[in-house]
């Protein structure tokens, strides 16, 4: 028999006390299924949540989902504008930052002891347990806020690319000299109406599936990109390149260079940001062998695997297009034929944003429905959950609030994402602005409580050295991004495709 509402109601009293995204997870995953033959310590981790069952590769699937993303589209203008110099080093130093830094992250999942220690579910519990005080809201508005602005990013990005698919038939059957302008915003809608029927999925770990399709979509649209760039370079086109990037005078003013620069050192910090969601994939995975060995594991299977992909369409891709790179070289039209690999690339990143969307907002819906539980615990509508038959499934239960409430989200992300359809800077500007708070800084000043590290000494130093340099690097490029917003908004036409 179907599970009832008033079966999930009993949960609410015995879970009152617990704090708001404890109740979320403890909530969402004990349903009356899960004891049904009464064999609760088989099922049950250390901590009385429903067992884990995810491993290193589910963990790099899930990473390599948040990676390999839109920012791997424009690292080709990346490094245009930096040349083969430092285009090169930035690429490099960005990935052992956000390797190194997720080592430590890793082993902030338990505490105090990071095999032993008590279970931390989110970026912000862990930040809690090591530093805590106004340190924990600082973490949750920058983990948070940059969750709302990677989404509504991804929402851009996927409706592009489907854009680019119509615009590709268009130029295919009426040539390259023909406009094809198309609006974004019917794509948008169709991006969001596929995200509410997503988000509806409960929570981080019934999302392995999806991981793994978007992984799989993100290592074909890369690899054809690259395989087009390497075609254009061994065809005997030979696009101007230099070693210091776009030339002051003849590509860009002197203005422009110092600011296009800030904003591809952005676009590269973003190109590898997926702190924000460590700790929540982090709590995917089985206890045996322990957490922050596994996770360490698929860190660097998965920022190896991103940084080959990046170095790769980054220097391959600046040297088939040279100074003139587009801002996205398979949406942007830097390749023309054959049409139908260029579709296909384009349907890749549109199935692949769809996971990666889900990846970062799961976290966010979590947070405030476990918030919003603990406000209103004795509220039927937000905790109870109605068992509904599906076909060829089973039983799903649905959750009101859960319906309501993710839907006004993808709605509303929508909205903004028409409002502010600007790939490269809108890219730029999440990077700058979640880069040091939630790659750099947090992960430090955990590792260096955890370790009881003294104060002044050669370690501690060097450790501030590099959060300093890493806050310089943010600042700057979020005044890149930012003055190319504003360039941007100034230019922006209504109803025209922007690339």
């Given amino acids: 028999m ?42 049950l981790d250390d901590d009385g949540r429903v067992k884990r069952t995810g491993t290193w590769v589910t963990a790099s699937a899930h990473i390599i989902t948040a990676v390999i993303g839109s920012g791997v589209l424009s690292l080709a203008w990346a490094v245009a504008q930096l040349g083969w110099v430092a285009g090169p080093i930035v690429l490099m130093a960005f990935s052992f930052i956000t390797y190194f830094t997720s080592n430590l992250l890793a082993d902030s999942y338990r505490a105090p002891d990071p095999v032993h220690g008590t279970r931390n579910y989110t970026y912000m519990d862990a930040v809690r347990a090591y530093l805590g005080g106004r340190k924990v809201q600082l973490c949750g508005l920058a983990q948070y ?24 038939n268009c130029f295919h059957k009426h040539g390259h000299h023909v406009k094809c ?46 395989g087009l760039s390497i075609a254009k370079v061994a065809g005997g086109e030979h696009a101007r390149t230099t070693l210091t990037g776009v030339t002051v005078g003849v590509d860009v003013s002197g203005s422009e260079k110092v600011w296009r620069t800030f904003q591809a050192i952005g676009d590269i910090a973003f190109a590898y940001a997926f702190s924000t969601v460590l700790i929540e ?13 596994t996770m360490k594991r698929a860190t660097s299977v ?40 260029i579709d296909f690339a384009n349907v890749c990143i549109a199935i692949h944003l769809i996971g990666a969307y889900q990846v970062f907002a799961q976290p966010l819906f979590g947070f405030v429905e476990g918030w919003c539980s603990k406000r209103w615990s004795d509220n039927t509508f937000i905790i109870s959950e109605h068992g509904v038959n599906v ?33 490269n800077e809108f890219l730029g500007l999440i990077g700058a ?16 409580a955890q370790t009881n590290m003294a104060k002044y000494s050669l370690k501690w130093i060097w450790f501030k050295i590099l959060s300093w340099i890493c806050l310089i690097v943010s600042l700057i490029a979020a005044a890149g991004s930012v003055q190319g917003l504003i360039r941007s908004l100034r230019a922006y036409k209504p109803f025209q495709n922007q690339d």
């Fill in 2 to 43: 179907p599970a009832s509402s008033c079966q999930v109601d009993n949960y609410s009293e015995n879970f009152a006390s617990k704090n708001p995204l404890e109740y979320f997870i403890m909530f969402i995953e004990k349903n009356p299924g899960d004891y049904e033959n009464g064999d609760i310590p088989e099922n």
């Fill in 145 to 168: 806020g940059n969750l709302i602005g990677i989404t509504i990013g991804y929402t851009i990005t996927a409706s592009t690319s489907m854009v680019a698919v119509r615009r590709s």
């Fill in 181 to 226: 302008q198309t609006s974004n915003y019917p794509f948008m809608i169709i991006f969001g109406c596929i995200q509410i029927i997503l988000s509806q999925i409960p929570n981080f770990h019934k999302l392995s599936w999806l991981s793994i399709l978007a992984a799989i979509m993100s290592f074909a649209y890369s690899s054809i990109g690259l």
């Fill in 281 to 293: 994939i982090q709590d995917t995975i089985k206890s045996s062998p322990p957490e922050n060995k």
């Fill in 302 to 341: 998965g920022v190896s695997t991103t940084t080959i992909f990046y170095v790769l369409c980054g220097l391959v891709g600046y040297a088939a297009f040279g100074n003139d790179a587009p801002g996205n070289f398979l949406t942007g039209f830097g390749f023309y034929e054959p049409f139908w690999l």
């Fill in 391 to 423: 076909p060829f499934y089973g039983v799903f239960y649905i959750n009101v609030f859960r319906l309501v409430w993710r839907t006004m989200y993808v709605i509303l992300t929508a909205l903004v994402a028409m409002i502010f359809p600007f790939f």
């Fill in 433 to 448: 602005g979640s880069f040091w708070p939630l790659t750099v800084y947090f992960p430090i000043e955990m590792h260096i």
